[in-house]
């Protein structure tokens, strides 16, 4: 018996930017059926190879074969004639609209709709991709999650039988992350191919059959995930070993730093988020805040940064009292912050160097006019210190995620703060850049900083902190010593039952 053509072959494929060539002669092979995965740091060419088989880019050389015939795709229409659907991290959706209207958008060249039962269809096809959605509910009510599983039904429905999805967890919570994992296995039973650029290599290690690693645009490695391990796949993506975080043991503990006195604070919609938080930070240590997402993390992170107001409670900085006081007063009283959305705290259209002197113009300015020479001179000093891959010139929206958080984090650290409120610090970077992070983190300790870090990967908080608060519906459960807290008590916790 011959063997089923490929569902998707790219042989050859070669794309340049001007001078710099994002991928040199990558072939990449796709089987029916077959969850793979792809892999590479962040700017190895991993996006640019898919949106190049979407039709979003077109090669400047190489060949593309679907179903073992050659094709041309020169636009997301023709990849979805292909039967090529793509859902990348920031989903294309109207939020106004229903599920069923999201899902049916651009299918139909008729003016009638006859909504009731394209409702049905979306319900019947969701049913049988096990991706379960509400068909009459509007997008904007959904979680992220829900979200996601929209844009999934979305390719589905038109027939795609190679799904790519980019950073598809990057964006849930742990639980919407097993969901997935379980819809996929489903999909690919059903014979649908997908291909699954992710950083995290124990999922790909979890969900994947083969991996294909990229480094500098160019093919280093494609095996079986049943013949390798993380530690090799790490390897390959960055071109040495990697020996993860080295934390010194903790210092003396230093004086208070931060303290969170009865701390209670509403969210944007209005309802209650945080419920008489009490907290202390000590200068030289790391506190990790575990919880799963949506329980109070990212408003406690606000507070702390004097961007969210408090309904009750203090917040005192080195025994002053700045409740209250606003972001300018915390950021003078010695809080920096990493937050949690890198993008948030750029501005996109703004050059590397003027966003790393965002934060203190002022201190650029000359007769009312910013010194843009001082401005270049302070980011290519900052640029050569962080290792930043960039120019003071480049568009900051063109940097890869790894060197975008590089860039945030050379802006708050020359600071030199006291306190740095670290949220979700590592999310969406590659196990390179992670570690550079996560390193440069244990350093500010080492200085004498206290560092509040909020994530959700367990395991970074295990390596990082020095203690560990556990926060559940808005309250701190529970504070242990990081060398008394394992996964199974923190779980737990994180689920609101005393451990």
Do not use: W
């Amino acid at each position: 018996m011959t063997a089923p053509p490929l569902a998707v072959e790219m042989r050859g494929i070669v794309k340049r930017f001007g001078d710099l060539t994002a991928n040199h002669q990558v072939d990449f092979a796709l089987r029916p059926g077959e969850i793979h995965a792809l892999l590479g740091e962040n700017g190895a060419g991993k996006s640019t190879l898919m949106r190049i088989l979407y039709g979003l880019y077109q090669a400047d050389a190489g060949e593309i074969r679907v179903d073992g015939r050659p094709a041309a795709i020169h636009s997301p229409r023709a990849a979805i004639a292909h039967g090529i659907g793509m859902v990348t991290q920031h989903f294309a959706l109207a939020l106004p609209l229903s599920v069923t209207e999201n899902i049916i958008l651009g299918t139909r060249d008729r003016f009638h709709l006859d909504l009731v039962a394209a409702q049905a269809r979306v319900l019947q096809a969701s049913l049988q991709f096990g991706m379960r959605v509400q068909p009459d509910a509007l997008v904007k009510t959904l979680s992220v999650g829900e979200r996601q599983r929209v844009e999934i039904l979305k390719a589905l429905y038109r027939r795609a039988r190679v799904l790519i999805l980019d950073e598809p967890t990057a964006v849930l919570a742990p639980q919407e992350t097993e969901q997935l994992c379980e819809s996929l296995q489903r999909l690919r039973s059903q014979g649908l191919s997908v291909i699954f650029i992710s950083h995290k290599l124990h999922e790909v290690m979890q969900i994947a059959d083969r991996v294909t690693v990229l480094r500098g645009g160019k093919v280093v490695g494609a095996v079986e995930t049943a013949a390798t391990t993380q530690t090799e796949l790490a390897r390959l993506m960055v071109g040495r070993e990697m020996f993860g975080v080295s934390k010194p043991a903790l210092p003396a503990t230093g004086q208070p730093l931060l303290r969170l006195d009865g701390v209670s604070a509403i969210d944007a919609k209005g309802l209650p988020a945080l419920h008489e938080v009490s907290l202390t930070l000590h200068a030289g240590e790391i506190l990790g805040l575990a919880g799963v997402s949506g329980n109070g993390q990212k408003e406690l992170a606000q507070v702390v940064e004097g961007t969210r107001p408090t309904t009750a409670g203090r917040v005192h900085m080195a025994g002053r009292d700045i409740t209250q006081a606003g972001p300018r007063a915390f950021m003078a009283a010695g809080i920096g912050r990493i937050p949690e959305d890198r993008h948030e705290s750029v501005v996109a259209e703004m050059t590397v160097a003027e966003n790393m002197a965002l934060e203190h113009l002022h201190e650029f300015t000359r007769g009312g006019m910013l010194d843009k020479k001082r401005i270049r001179q302070h980011a290519e000093g900052l640029i050569q210190a962080y290792q930043i891959k960039a120019r003071p010139g480049d568009r900051i929206r063109t940097l890869s995620g790894g060197n975008m958080q590089k860039v945030i984090l050379a802006r708050v650290l020359e600071r030199h703060p006291a306190l740095i409120v670290a949220a979700q610090p590592t999310r969406g970077l590659d196990v390179g850049a992670t570690d550079y992070v996560r390193q440069k983190l244990v350093e500010q300790r080492q200085r004498g900083a206290a560092i509040l870090l909020i994530s959700e990967d367990l395991d970074e908080i295990l390596a990082l902190a020095d203690r560990i608060a556990v926060i559940y519906e808005g309250q701190i459960r529970g504070i242990l010593p990081a060398n008394a807290a394992h996964p199974e008590r923190l779980g737990l916790l994180m689920s609101g039952v005393e451990a």
